[in-house]
């Protein structure tokens, strides 16, 4: 007996019975008619379960795409609070924690020097110490300059050709 390739997938292994109850053979007109209209309530059942899908998948994209365009706009709104690009705007938030910080320091940091300026401290007058570490720097230096390049450096015969 020949069953067509769409019904061979929906087949009940359960013997099928009509609405009297009498059983319904399989091969037969009554039982290709109850295969047909099987076959369509699954079918437009498949294609509605598809067509809310899709729907839905199209409802969740525009939402998503609404969520991210709201995102954008706020973004935009507050880098042009900040003064500044969309581009520099995650810079801008990460120095903001940072120039804080950098405020504080600097403010002690004066308070400091001010007491100190303010205890009678002579800062025209430099301490022998600090004299001493200037000159071993410089004598540091004398050593790392040769006597041909001190000759180049100072050649005052030497005009500029390039006039």
């Given amino acids: 007996m020949f069953i067509p390739y769409k019904y061979?997938?929906?087949?009940?292994?359960?013997?099928?019975?009509?609405?009297?109850?009498?059983?319904?053979?399989?091969?037969?007109?009554?039982w290709f008619t109850y295969m047909c209209n099987l076959h369509r309530r699954i079918s437009s059942a498949t294609t509605s379960q598809e067509r809310h899908y899709l729907l839905q998948s199209e409802q969740e994209r525009e939402?998503?795409?609404?969520?991210?365009?709201?995102?954008?706009?706020?973004?935009k709104a507050e880098a042009q609070y900040y003064g500044t690009?969309?581009?520099?705007?995650?810079?801008?938030?990460r120095a903001k924690g940072k120039d804080v910080i950098r405020h504080a320091e600097?403010?002690?940091?004066?308070?400091?020097?001010?007491?100190?300026?303010?205890?009678g401290v002579n800062f025209n007058e430099t301490s022998k110490k600090a004299t001493r570490k200037?000159?071993?720097?410089?004598?540091?230096?004398?050593?790392?300059?040769?006597?041909?390049?001190?000759?180049?450096e100072h050649r005052p015969k030497k005009r500029n050709t390039a006039l």
Avoid: C, W
């Avoid at 969520?67 to 954008?72: G, M």
């Avoid at 200037?134 to 180049?152: A, G, M, N, V, W």
């Fill in 134 to 152: 200037i000159r071993k720097e410089q004598e540091k230096r004398k050593e790392l300059t040769s006597d041909d390049t001190k000759e180049l």
């Fill in 8 to 30: 061979r997938d929906i087949i009940p292994k359960d013997p099928i019975y009509t609405d009297t109850g009498d059983y319904i053979r399989p091969g037969s007109r009554l």
């Fill in 63 to 75: 939402r998503e795409t609404r969520d991210l365009l709201q995102k954008e706009q706020a973004i």
């Fill in 85 to 93: 690009s969309v581009h520099t705007l995650s810079r801008r938030r």
């Fill in 106 to 119: 600097l403010n002690a940091e004066m308070e400091s020097f001010e007491l100190y300026y303010n205890s």
